[in-house]
């Protein structure tokens, strides 16, 4: 890991996590460490908040995303069997940036046998995602500033989130990769008809700033499934945990209820960026 200030590589020493510059970040009971200092903090409680977290949990514990994981882990594979061939076996370090709860962070990281960074702004995020799951390292810190030093991060995972491009290219050395997952145009249909009059449909972005930023795409997986007769329960777990949740409230909630038990699409597609 980095220091968020500097750059310069973090030590373990007695609790705490200091660079050679002496920066020093506590390390909470529940193994995580906050890495965000206040002047890279954009609000007082950034990020996703604890009932987004919590319904993201349970929507990713009912297995509605197992799918996407399991294609995740398809696509990243290869790419960190190159870097260790690369680096005369040394296992590389992978950064899932966004990690929100941290179910694809954990996936990443059992399945693959990598050392895994999970990273989010989010303070209920990270500590939820650290009390779970022990295997990845989970810090508070900002996409802008990833707390890892020049050239460690062989991959970065960026799952329904937000990508910096500019500081990731100057972090990362040529022939390291970021995978994007980004929500297809059928993602969710059937209960973004439920709480919304109309339905409007976006493809998913293809990033300017990547190419500009010297990524060039070279691999594009598109993840698909169905599932049928899903919840109300569960239903309103997957609006709570995303921007539908705010923008359609209690009567987005109150429609879903009504609506019973309804098939739910998840649709994304994975996008592989090569630096260089
Ligand atoms: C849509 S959620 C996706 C979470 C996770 N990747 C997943 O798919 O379950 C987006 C996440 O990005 C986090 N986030 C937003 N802005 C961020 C930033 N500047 N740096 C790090 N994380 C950020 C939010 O707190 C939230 O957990």
Redesign the pocket.
Known sequence: MGCPLDGTPLALAAGSLICSDGHSFDIAKQGYANLLPVQFK?SRD???NKS??DA?RAV?AAGL?DVVASALVSVVAPLLEQHTSQRAGRRPCLV??????G??TQTLCTQLSTSTLG????KP?IQLAARHYRAPCFVI????TLPVTYGSASVIT?????E?WEPWSALQTPGQYVVC?DAGIDHLREMRQVVYPTVVTHEPPLPPLAAQQGYRLTDTVPVKKTHRSVPPTLTDQLLT??PHGVKTGRAGSQALQDAGTIDITVDAVIRVYRLG
């Open positions: 954009p950034p990020g996703d987004m977290v993201r990713f995303f899932d940036a966004g990690c929100g709860e179910y694809y990273v989010d702004i989010s995020a810190a900002n996409n802008k960026s799952l329904f989130g937000f910096t997952v945990m995303t």
